[in-house]
């Protein structure tokens, strides 16, 4: 695990509601073992990929500027549903250092710390102005301090 101190990477805003484990790892991957070299495709698959296995180019995920992404700002309810860690682990896979959300299932949260992944709570109007912000601005950096957390 990486120890978590300061990051500055590219966010990408999802706005859907809801995203429960099952959207970020659907179910069918969890046989999958973690050092699996295809585990990070398998992270928001069903939003990424059509039935055919080609890339849904309206999943903001799949636009070049976003492919190296390493923080996630959500939703409402972001983390909800079963409790699989391995949600984290293709968070983890795909290069996702932290999650900023208002809200998050309880153990997802927990899931993201034991495995150095920054969840990051902000309030609903900042997450949502963040995620305005970052679709006017595609190639914005965020910096987060997990010593001092400060949003303006």
Known sequence: ?????LHEGLAFPLDAINV?????????????RRLDPYYDTYLFHDLRYDKNGCENTDFLLNNPIYKNATIIVGNANFGGGSSRE???FALD???IRSV?????????????LKNGILPVVLP???????RILLHNNPEKLIIINALL????
């Open 1 to 5: 695990m990486k120890p978590f101190k």
């Open 20 to 32: 429960d484990t099952d959207q970020i790892l659907p179910a069918r991957f969890l046989q999958k």
């Open 86 to 88: 391995a949600a984290v």
């Open 93 to 95: 896979a795909s290069g």
């Open 100 to 112: 900023i959300a208002p809200n998050f299932g309880d153990i997802f949260f927990n899931n993201c």
């Open 124 to 130: 609903k109007t900042k997450a949502d102005q963040l």
């Open 149 to 152: 957390a400060h949003v303006d």
